[in-house]
């Protein structure tokens, strides 16, 4: 049985304390349980203030057994950001620019850019997989769409891990592939009905919608919108086409992370939860009351709200 755990971006202290409260133990610096394995669903970098420290728990587990783990974006982005062009060998496979580099920072200073923990960390992260389909249960970061998932099957080996010489054409931006991509590790996003509409908080305008793509009725474009608050009055109500959205069969459990929720953790709906219970925003403006979340799964077909265990941020 696993103990699925959300997104820590370099939560450490959150990440043991949530550990213990599973009844993980520790002992020479491994974290681990008798009868039960972790399951992390990536995002274990950037923003917080232990990032090196998250990375040694969830790598040490999953190396001694003790765990299992899928790709984030903030992952896939960090081996992007290393790894150079052979197009241009000038320049990296994520550009760095002043923006990109913002989101990386803390993680580069914490581990060292360019030195030997950060090779290995880069190393480790290409391991990961994009997803897991298990007995009784299935994982992602961000969306099981079986479009995209069917794409980059050109694009893994068996274990759902990039291949090395993939790297190059799943960040060329615009293509099918990096779209698969993008729609597997950061959300589904559609495209608003011609004339539509609406703008960041930057004041630039979008067509393109992120979609609550798990909701089971009320599927029209502002039911799934996740824009800005004010500006959901923009999106039109008109239903999406079926054949667009993804749909869940619900033939097995669906873990998810990324999204940033909030308030009192409970499953989507009875197939799918999200683990993502906004962590690194602790303290913050956006939210006070982060919390690092897990689901502790049985066997069920049929997620509860019983089954979600968390800490809450500092």
């Known amino acids: 049985m696993y103990d699925l755990i959300g997104d820590i971006h370099g939560h450490a202290d959150a990440l043991e304390r949530l550990l213990a409260a599973l009844d993980y ?11 039960r394995r972790v399951i992390f669903l990536g995002d274990f970098i950037d923003r917080g203030p232990q ?34 062009d052979p197009q241009q060998p000038d320049q990296y496979l ?17 581990v060292g850019e360019g ?34 998932l069917r794409v980059l099957n050109d694009y893994t080996d068996q274990q759902q891990r990039i291949l090395e010489d993939a790297w190059p054409t799943l960040c060329q931006k615009g293509k099918k592939p990096s779209d698969a991509l993008e729609t597997a590790i950061k959300g589904l996003e559609l495209r608003l009905p011609s004339g539509y509409e609406f703008f960041d908080k930057d004041g630039n305008p979008h067509q393109h919608i992120r979609t609550r793509w798990w909701e089971l009725e009320h599927l029209t474009y502002r039911d799934l919108a996740m824009v800005p608050s004010d500006q959901i009055e923009a999106i039109p109500h008109t239903p999406i086409p079926e054949h667009i959205l993804p749909g869940y069969a619900g033939d097995k459990p669906l873990f998810v992370g990324h999204y940033w929720m909030t308030g009192e953790p409970e499953p989507l709906n009875r ?44």
Not at 25 to 35: N, R, T
Not at 119 to 132: A, S
Request: aromatic share 10%; charged share 20%; net charge negative.
């Open 25 to 35: 133990q520790k002992k020479d610096g491994l974290w681990s349980h008798p009868e």
């Open 51 to 84: 990032q090196v420290e998250t990375v040694r728990i969830a790598q040490a587990m999953v190396e001694a057994g003790q765990a299992l783990a899928v790709m984030g974006n903030h992952e896939f982005n960090a081996v992007a950001w290393a790894t150079p």
């Open 94 to 110: 994520r550009v760095h620019s002043d923006k990109n580099y913002g989101q990386h920072q803390a993680y580069l200073e914490q």
């Open 115 to 148: 030195s030997e923990l950060h090779r290995q960390h880069i190393d480790w992260f290409k391991t990961l997989p994009l997803h897991l389909d298990l007995e009784g249960l299935r994982v992602i970061h961000a969306c099981w769409h079986p479009p995209s």
């Open 271 to 314: 197939y799918i939860a999200c683990l993502d219970y906004s962590i690194a925003a602790s303290g913050t403006q956006r939210s006070a009351e982060g919390k690092l979340c897990a689901y502790r799964w049985r066997g069920e077909g049929k997620l509860t709200a019983d089954n979600m265990v968390w800490v809450e941020g500092e």
